[in-house]
């Protein structure tokens, strides 16, 4: 399972080349201090040259920098998603809204270890919206073996966006204290190929 925004192979080529940039930065400045220092050298009280490059040089780094961050915003859900998989955490259960025609549903959990009576279903590399919320107190919708964390909390909606990459089937519980029955809420996702869908 992936979980991802639209932004992150923009992220990551920010973050590889400020890890790139930096480093080369470093080095040629110290390069330059060693090579340039022959002994102890009087510097003049003032220096318009080395002014000048205290302060282009940087603002031309903040500035390019900015413009980097620029390009990202408002890409953050520009993504097509199969759809909106509406969550709601509540003592001490989960409620489910597809928007495939199911309506809303409870999840409650089953006499079976690490069961419930209506699992989540999604199906396999599709893209989700995943938006989170509670009805009472904080939850957390975590879905550990597949790297998924969302709190839920009331009043507020939490988006993630997620693609399973493989079918089975995935447990999670809620991993927030929420009260007397916080270790009978699991969630079980189920992951589905397409083909088996009842038309």
């Not at 961050?69 to 259960?93: F, H, M, P």
Request: with cysteine; net charge negative.
């Amino acid at each position: 399972m992936y979980v991802y925004t639209p932004l992150y192979s923009e992220m990551v080529g920010y973050v590889s080349f400020l890890s790139a940039f930096i480093p080369i930065w470093v080095f040629l400045v110290l390069g330059w201090q060693l090579c340039s220092s022959y002994g102890t050298a009087a510097l003049r009280n003032e220096s318009d040259l080395l002014e000048f490059f205290w302060t282009v040089v940087p603002s031309v780094c903040v500035g390019f920098l900015c413009l980097l961050n620029l390009g990202c915003l408002g890409n953050d859900l520009v993504l097509k998603t199969r759809g909106l998989i509406k969550v709601i955490g509540r003592q001490w259960y989960w409620s489910y809204d597809l928007n495939d025609g199911c309506g809303l549903y409870d999840s409650m959990m089953s006499d079976f270890i690490d069961g419930v009576d209506k699992p989540l279903r999604v199906y396999v590399d599709t893209p989700y919206n995943l938006s989170v919320t509670s009805s009472d107190v904080i939850h957390s919708f975590a879905l550990p073996i597949v790297n998924l964390k969302v709190d839920a909390i009331p009043g507020r909606l939490n988006n993630v966006f997620f693609c399973m990459n493989h079918v089975g089937v995935f447990v999670g519980y809620c991993s927030e204290l929420c009260g007397a029955g916080h270790a009978y809420m699991p969630i079980v996702m189920e992951v589905i190929e397409k083909a088996f869908v009842k038309d």
